[in-house]
């Protein structure tokens, strides 16, 4: 059975940090583009960061210099460290791995709230 796991949200003041973390299950995790995405309320979802299986990294313009992708191949894990948060950042952070070859999977969801 397939799974992807996230932790890590929460409530966070501006200016703070965050880690998420994502254990993946059920698939070849090596085979996999490992992705972050975010959806606000009212907003479609985005993708914020992504890393290949070699540990090469892309980000978007609004999380450039603050958000930093890693994974580990041999835990199966994807993990995104957040810091200089802003009330913007708010949303669901959605774990996502992709393939040319295999269904993309997503994990459920964890909320991460920027606010005084």
């Known amino acids: 059975q397939v799974q992807l ?8 003041q501006p200016g703070g940090s965050l880690r998420l973390s994502c254990a ?10 490992m992705n972050w995405y975010r959806q606000a309320p009212g907003n ?10 070699a540990g090469n990294t892309n980000y978007a313009d609004a999380v450039k210099g603050r958000f930093t992708i890693s994974r580990d191949n041999a835990k199966n ?3 995104l460290q957040m810091n200089s948060l802003k009330p913007e950042d ?7 791995a992709h393939s040319a ?6 994990g ?9």
């Open 101 to 106: 070859l295999y269904l993309d999977r997503w």
């Open 77 to 79: 894990t994807v993990s």
């Open 44 to 53: 479609q979802r985005e993708l914020v960061a992504a890393i290949s299986s």
């Open 5 to 12: 796991v996230e932790s890590g949200g929460g409530l966070v």
């Open 108 to 116: 459920q969801g964890t909320l991460v709230t920027v606010s005084s």
């Open 90 to 96: 708010t949303a669901v952070y959605y774990c996502n």
């Open 24 to 33: 993946a299950s059920g698939i070849s995790f090596s085979r996999y583009i």
